[in-house]
């Protein structure tokens, strides 16, 4: 049974299944075994075209990445872990029953969320699953946040959007604000380098002004501690006399001794 829906609220919702998508995606670059995909039919019943289910949001892991305009079980060897449906009047019925079946029973899915970006009959906007051998039991959350072990991130409403959360609580951003919040790292850090090579060249002038002040200090200190140098002695000529020669007649009123009287 299906509700009519609004175009606008149906738009949105893809939006914001795409947007989960793109996140989700984003975080498992990295992972070439884990697959994320939505808003494209999975087949689980070979040789019966009419079975299969279109999830907003699912992830796969031990397949390999790769474009698909269709996901078939048999073909993969593997069936969708986590489900993520955006939910509302309009498919309530079907999310909560058939999609329900299916995930539980055939797909044996470990996670399954529903958000309901409008509150129109989820309160609290999330509904979380995870399997308990061969059903499910509600997955509760933490001060409004549901961890993922599948994702290893902790899903969250925030407002009508949905919040993607790393363990350590920084949230998955869509690829232009990461980009815009780098570019900003990087300008920071440039600053801050510039800032350290003004610091360290303010450092280095202070050292050779230091150097120049402490040898002016040491000149000082050596022309107050060493005094003028000492004044030569007279010298007596005829302590200069080589032997068998007489002296030097003295000069002016030096006389040789034994001269008075």
């Known amino acids: 049974l299906r509700v009519a829906v609004d175009p606008d609220d149906e738009a949105a919702d893809r939006r914001l299944a ?3 998508v793109a996140l989700l995606d984003r975080h498992f670059a990295a992972s070439p075994d884990v697959y994320v995909g939505g808003g494209v039919p999975v087949y689980y019943d070979l040789g019966n075209p009419a079975r299969f289910v279109v999830p907003d949001v699912f992830v796969v892991r031990g397949v390999a990445k790769g ?3 269709a996901f078939r079980t048999w073909d993969e060897g593997r069936s969708p872990e986590f489900v993520l449906e955006v939910t509302g009047r309009a498919t309530q019925f079907e999310d909560v029953d058939a999609k329900y079946r299916v995930y539980r029973d055939v797909w044996g899915v470990q996670e399954y969320f529903l958000f309901d970006p409008r509150g129109e009959y989820l309160s609290p906007p999330i509904l979380a699953y995870k399997r308990d051998r061969r059903s499910f039991e ?6 409004g946040q549901y961890p993922s072990e599948v994702l290893g991130l902790i899903v969250e409403a925030a407002g009508e959007k949905l919040t993607f959360r790393r363990p350590d609580g920084r949230p ?11 570019e900003e790292e990087s300008r920071a850090a440039v600053a801050r380098v510039a800032a350290l090579e003004r610091q360290v060249e303010w450092l280095i002038a202070r050292h050779h002004r230091t150097q120049a002040e402490l040898a002016k200090l040491r000149a000082e200190l050596r022309r107050l501690t060493q005094g003028p140098p000492p004044e030569a002695p007279p010298v007596d000529a005829t302590l200069y006399v080589r032997e068998g020669e007489a002296p030097a007649e003295p000069r002016g009123d030096v006389r040789p001794p034994g001269a008075d009287g």
């Open 67 to 69: 474009r698909r305009t």
């Open 138 to 143: 509600p997955l509760e959350p933490e001060t």
């Open 18 to 20: 795409d947007d989960a």
């Open 172 to 182: 998955l951003a869509p690829p232009e604000v990461e980009r815009r919040g780098a």
